[in-house]
């Protein structure tokens, strides 16, 4: 009996659950199905499954029959001046996709700049006697010479002249030296010392007067000795040429290290500071690099270019800078971390930038943005768009065009 009752059990379990499921199948069946599915915050990107939303990453709701015209006056919704344009069209113009998103920026600075002389290094040489050049040693601009080294040598009257004083205060010292009026051999003493002081304010260099002294005889021609190592950047001494106290002879710049001045920028001049890394790239020189620190900013702007004027040394033992070489330095401006966007994303028409967003489905939203900062084929944003958006980086000039010319079909209409 109890195995009767038990069969019987099993057998209403298994109808019961036979019938259920053939009505739970029967109103699966007569449910509706999603049209689509739709990004609840851009309800213009569409997708015919569900899944993840790419621009804000929110889960995409279903859109069931009659709830379409809902999303669609939402989808509709677009700023002014985006337009719509077909997959094949796009293809056509060439269009390319980035992404808005955070980097971690080196903080670099660029700026075109010219190689000069380091001004305190360059030595004007001329004589503080009036006379005749004689010989000249260093005939040609580009000499290098060392300090000591002869120039040129000197007939100067009235050097000559000194010279035969200093020669018979000598020799009046002699004369007195035996003497027993000692106030005498005090007189002689200073003369002797002021003929030879006039003798060194006329930069008659030491071995020339102890010469002198030595032979008893006074020298026809003076030679006049480079005051510094470097370079000969300008001559204006020739043989038999007659020069004054003013004449300025050679001009000798030492190269061991020169200065490099940049132009930067007026927005980007706050970034630069005294004692600043840089680095000095040539176009003659590729692949090598020289280091420096700025040691000056101007304060002023150049009024034409509105830009600052800042000065780096850079030390240059082989010297391979040369003076009117031009290059491009780079300042290091410290690292951050930064929204960026591709430099061709931004069309810059001066008095402001746009960039086109993908609000999907083909459709294009002009962003007007802030932009800050640009390096190494980035450009820092500062307002108008956020991390994760999906930008057009190609083809946006034959956008931005389209969508003038809607804009200004629009305004036609009204």
Request: aromatic share 8%.
């Amino acid at each position: 009996m109890k195995t009767i009752l038990a069969l019987m059990a099993v057998a209403i379990a298994w109808a019961g659950g036979y019938g259920y499921g053939r009505w739970y199948a029967k109103a699966a069946a007569g449910a509706p199905k999603p049209l689509y599915w739709v990004d609840p915050m851009h309800p213009w990107y569409k997708s015919d499954k569900p899944g993840i939303a790419p621009d804000c990453g929110m889960k995409l709701v279903p859109v069931m029959p009659g709830e379409e015209a809902r999303y669609e006056r939402r989808a509709n919704r677009l700023p002014e001046g985006s337009v719509q344009i077909t997959p094949e069209k796009q293809q056509l113009i060439g269009v390319e996709y980035g992404m808005v998103e955070y980097e971690n920026v080196s903080g670099a600075l660029r700026a075109v700049a010219r190689v000069t002389l380091d001004e305190t290094k360059v030595a004007k040489v001329n004589s503080k006697l009036e006379g005749w050049l004689e010989q000249v040693f260093v005939d040609s601009v580009g000499r290098q010479v060392k300090k000591g080294d002869p120039l040129v040598t000197i007939y100067s009257p009235e050097a000559l002249a000194t010279q035969q004083e200093y020669l018979l205060a000598i020799k009046g010292r002699g004369m007195m030296h035996d003497s027993p009026v000692h106030e005498m051999l005090g007189s002689t003493e200073n003369l002797v010392a002021a003929a030879k002081k006039r003798l060194e304010l006329w930069d008659i260099s030491e071995p020339q007067i102890a010469a002198v002294t030595e032979s008893g005889k006074a020298l026809q021609y003076l030679t006049l000795y480079s005051p510094a190592s470097g370079f000969v950047m300008e001559r204006n001494a020739f043989a038999k040429q007659r020069i004054m106290p003013d004449t300025v002879l050679y001009n000798i710049a030492d190269l061991s290290t020169v200065w490099v001045v940049a132009d930067v920028f007026e927005y980007e001049a706050s970034k630069v500071r005294v004692g600043q890394p840089a680095v000095l790239t040539l176009a003659y020189l590729p692949g090598r690099t020289f280091r420096g620190r700025v040691n000056y900013v101007l304060p002023t702007i150049d009024a034409a270019t509105r830009t600052v004027k800042v000065r780096v040394e850079f030390p240059n033992p082989q010297f391979l800078l040369k003076p009117e070489m031009y290059g491009d330095v780079e300042f290091q401006t410290g690292g951050s971390r930064r929204l960026v966007v591709p430099q061709t994303a931004v069309l810059n028409s001066g008095d402001h930038q746009t960039v086109f967003v993908d609000r999907g489905n083909g459709y294009f939203e002009p962003r007007n943005v802030k932009i800050g900062a640009q390096n190494s084929g980035r450009t820092e944003i500062l307002s108008g768009l956020k991390a994760g958006e999906r930008i057009v980086i190609s083809g946006n000039f034959l956008i931005d065009s389209e969508s003038q010319l809607k804009t200004a079909l629009g305004g036609a209409s009204k």
